[in-house]
């Protein structure tokens, strides 16, 4: 029997990125932010999403705009079934994670943090991790880089970067994560900024949002509903149960570490008509799909564009680049000394 995740086609219970793990948030202060009196209070609840029994916001009311559209991925859900949901989900918010999130540091962080995963990753250790599951995995591997003309590297690359190949766990619900942002973002956004302002890391003019940062919450905020949407409407129509499915602090699943609305990247790696993430076959043919499908072809330059789809930041670009160069040296030498 294939030992993986149960729930979310096999997939809850499943690994953070190795973000979570290894991400103590850098700035301090942003710490102290998590233990505000004003965020300890913030709970998913039927009076939070639902007060005075309508949607509590715009991003809400997209939500249950989005489960009840026709056209989209999984089942229609009603708004009836959505309330049901919420009654039945845990009350947590993970309101550190949200005001990580919401900061206007995030960007900065997220560098910084995948700076020093590179000087983590590319250690001796961590690239003969890399070479030795290559080459425990070579047949798999090679199938999906014949299917979808994907280096075997640079799947094995983005396995560490995401889940450290398997090596992490985390258990932040995915229900509360995405449906605390839609509640809680731009709260979360201010205390952040208070507490910057305190540590003298930004000055007062920073109560008011500029136009970017609204920008950008906003695109936050749409993504949640995406996902939160892609979320129940799969778990509806797969049979999973929505609120128990669980991920990273960000609303990744399995060690590919996809957003809900990503799962259509998903494949069956090993032919037995279900697709697990947690399981090694599944997950190397989702990687080599998405990067596949996103533009991945024999030029430096599409590689680089379609691992920069799987994850917009520079540094993890890099990072991933560099990592996958270097296993693939140890793996050639490997081969030489054999």
Known sequence: MKQ???NFLRLSG???????LLATVRCELLQ????????????ISPETVFP????????????????????????PVSEQELRDLVQRAATVVYHDRVIKYATPLSVNIQNREHEDFSKIFLKP???????????????????AQQRYRVRKQD???????????????????????????????EAARDVAVTHLIAEGEMDSSARVMTAPERARLQRLRKSAVRNLAALIRLGKEKGYDAVAVKGSWGGAIGYVQFMPSSMQFAADGDGDGRIDLCTWPDAIFSVANYLHKNGYRDSERSRRRAIHAYNPLDSYVNGVVKYADAVWKGHESSLTEN
């Not at 250790?125 to 030795?132: E, F, L, M, N, P």
């Open 155 to 185: 799947v094995v690359a983005i396995l560490m970067w995401e889940s450290g190949l398997g090596e992490f766990t985390g258990d932040h619900l995915i229900f509360n994560i995405l449906l605390g942002q839609l509640l809680y973002l």
């Open 14 to 20: 499943c690994l953070p990125g190795v973000l979570l």
């Open 32 to 43: 102290s932010a998590g233990n505000d009196p004003e965020a300890a209070s913030w709970q």
């Open 52 to 75: 005075d029994g309508k949607p509590a916001n715009v991003y809400i009311q997209e939500l249950v705009d989005a489960l009840n559209a026709q056209t989209a991925a999984g089942a």
């Open 125 to 143: 250790k961590r690239i003969a991790q890399g070479v030795a599951f290559m080459q425990t995995h070579d047949s798999t591997l090679a199938k």
């Open 4 to 6: 993986g995740c149960k």
